[in-house]
């Protein structure tokens, strides 16, 4: 038996899998995400993005909520490394037109060993 934790927007992928493969599993999430408005000093911060190196998606709820404040937030001239966490990620900053690379091993350690 296998429980499947992830939020319900997330979880459908997997337990379709899970279904066509015939495993036993229920699904009983344990979070849930919601959108929130950020606060000024996250705003500032995106009016600051040419002082960064680069900008890390960690999953994709992060690209899915976060990639139309990059947009809104920076010019088409801003030469600014996106990474993403995973090629799941990845395809949603795509979905956005922005480009991404991802790390060795699609991990936080991937990431650390740049």
């Known amino acids: 038996m296998i429980v499947n934790t992830r939020p319900s927007i997330l ?4 337990n379709e899998l899970l279904a066509r493969s015939g495993i036993e599993f229920m699904h009983e999430p344990l979070t849930k ?3 929130i408005s ?6 500032e911060k995106l009016q600051q993005l040419d002082s960064y190196d680069v900008i890390i998606f960690t999953s994709q709820t992060a ?4 990639a139309p404040y990059l947009q809104r937030h920076t010019s088409k001239n801003l030469n600014l ?8 990620t ?7 037109g922005l480009v991404s690379e991802v ?9 650390a060993g740049l």
């Open 38 to 43: 950020p606060s000024n000093q996250a705003l």
């Open 81 to 88: 490394l996106i990474m993403a966490i995973g090629l799941a």
């Open 90 to 96: 990845q395809r949603v900053l795509s979905a956005h």
């Open 11 to 14: 979880a459908n992928k997997t």
């Open 33 to 35: 995400i919601l959108s």
């Open 63 to 66: 690209a899915k909520f976060g």
């Open 103 to 111: 790390p060795l091993g699609f991990n936080s350690a991937g990431l």
